[in-house]
Structure formats: structure tokens, C-alpha cells
T-cell receptor, first 111, second 112 residues
Framework: NAGVTQTPKFRILKIGQSMTLQCTQD?????MYWYRQDPGMGLKLIYY???????DKGEVPNGYNVSRSTTEDFPLRLELAAPSQTSVYFC??????????FGSGTRLTVV | DQQVKQNSPSLSVQEGRISILNCDYT??????FLWYKKYPAEGPTFLIS?????DKNEDGRFTVFLNKSAKHLSLHIVPSQPGDSAVYFC???????????FGAGTTVTVRA
């Protein structure tokens, strides 16, 4: 059972470049989330989705976009990468209870 | 605005002794609380949870205590083992919400 799969694991971007962080889950969970973790900080919610076709902003959505065309996939798009977006990004999904299942993360560096 | 606070960034404990991790929250609407454990280069994994109708929940070596009046919860690990060395995140949510708020984490190091 794969759970939540994130790709890529590592990426270096130049300022102004764009990229998509991929996230897919095979647990048929309706709820999916994108968090970022900065050093010494907790996980900050970027965007979330309560089902296919429905997304909403979290605490720190600026500079990001998401889509949810299927239950399985929840990609995160960075349009114009900035050094402030250097972080570790985690995708998560949630089933009927409150426990989240997290992916292993994407470490992004913007130079 | 940090609604969930873990004021101790790190904790070092000897193997076999008790580890106590603390967490404070400010949002009185929170009524479901969770602890997650994270190893380097991995995503957080669920450890234990407690709802506001309880003041204690136990699962093996892990016990979570909730003091609603103080808006405080703690995680006890007894006895601590080397494999417990990790970052521990406290998280909370209102029951009518599906988003968790996370603390900054506490890095636990268990010394042999």
C-alpha cells in the first residue's frame, strides 16, 4: 500500500522558474492538504481540498496554486519561484478520522 | 499567529527514562489533539490522539494528557528508547473543521 506519494524528493529552482509538485494518494481520501515546513517552524497550511473539484486557501497560499481534478491527485504549482519558497513541502490526505497520512516530502531550494 | 505552541525546541533524555513533551494552545475551539512523530527525510506519522472529552489516552509506551482549563497537553514516553529519537509535532483541530494546526516541533534525542 503506497499511501501518499510525492515527487520529486528534491529540486533546485532558479528564481522566476516554475514547477509542479506532484502528490497522489491511493486511499480514496476526500481531504488532501499541502503544508510547508520551514526550519524551526511548524507545518504551515498552503492549500487544501475537501474533494475533487474543490480547493481552498490555507494560511500561506501566496505564490502557489493547486487543482484537484481527481480524488487521487493534488498537484501544487509554483509559478514564479522566489527564495522565500525554499522549504520542505508535505502533502497529506485524511480519511474518516482526524489522522493525516503524509507523504515523504519534497525539499525545494530556490537560488 | 501560532495557535499551537511547543516552547521546547529540543529535549535530551537517557534511555530508559521518561520523556515529557509539552504543548500549549490558544484556540478554545480546539477539541481534538494529535501527536505526530517525524524522522529525518520522512513525512510525519501519526502517533497518538485525544479528544476533549478525555483527559488521558494511553497507547503502549505513549500517554497523552490533556488539561483543557490550562489549554495544555503533554506527551509522556516511558521508557524512552533510542528509536524514539525524532521530531514530535503537536497538532490540534476543532471538531467541525478538517484542518490541523501544528506546533513547531520538539526534537527528542535519546542517549544510550
Amino acid at each position: 500500500n503506497a499511501g501518499v506519494t510525492q515527487t520529486p524528493k528534491f529540486r533546485i529552482l532558479k528564481i522566476g522558474q516554475s514547477m509542479t509538485l506532484q502528490c497522489t494518494q491511493d486511499m480514496n481520501h476526500n481531504y488532501m492538504y499541502w503544508y510547508r515546513q520551514d526550519p524551526g517552524m511548524g507545518l504551515k497550511l498552503i492549500y487544501y481540498s475537501v474533494g475533487a473539484g474543490i480547493t481552498d486557501k490555507g494560511e500561506v497560499p501566496n505564490g502557489y496554486n493547486v487543482s484537484r481534478s481527481t480524488t487521487e491527485d493534488f498537484p501544487l504549482r509554483l509559478e514564479l519561484a522566489a527564495p522565500s519558497q525554499t522549504s520542505v513541502y508535505f502533502c497529506a490526505s485524511r480519511g474518516a478520522n482526524y489522522g493525516y497520512t503524509f507523504g515523504s516530502g519534497t525539499r525545494l531550494t530556490v537560488v | 499567529d501560532q495557535q499551537v505552541k511547543q516552547n521546547s525546541p529540543s529535549l535530551s533524555v537517557q534511555e530508559g527514562r521518561i520523556s515529557i513533551l509539552n504543548c500549549d494552545y490558544t484556540n478554545s475551539m480546539f477539541d481534538y489533539f494529535l501527536w505526530y512523530k517525524k524522522y529525518p527525510a520522512e513525512g510525519p506519522t501519526f502517533l497518538i490522539s485525544i479528544s476533549s472529552i478525555k483527559d488521558k489516552n494511553e497507547d503502549g509506551r505513549f500517554t497523552v494528557f490533556l488539561n483543557k482549563s490550562a489549554k495544555h497537553l503533554s506527551l509522556h514516553i516511558v521508557p524512552s528508547q533510542p528509536g524514539d529519537s525524532a521530531v514530535y509535532f503537536c497538532a490540534a483541530s476543532p471538531s467541525n473543521d478538517y484542518k490541523l494546526s501544528f506546533g513547531a516541533g520538539t526534537t527528542v534525542t535519546v542517549r544510550a
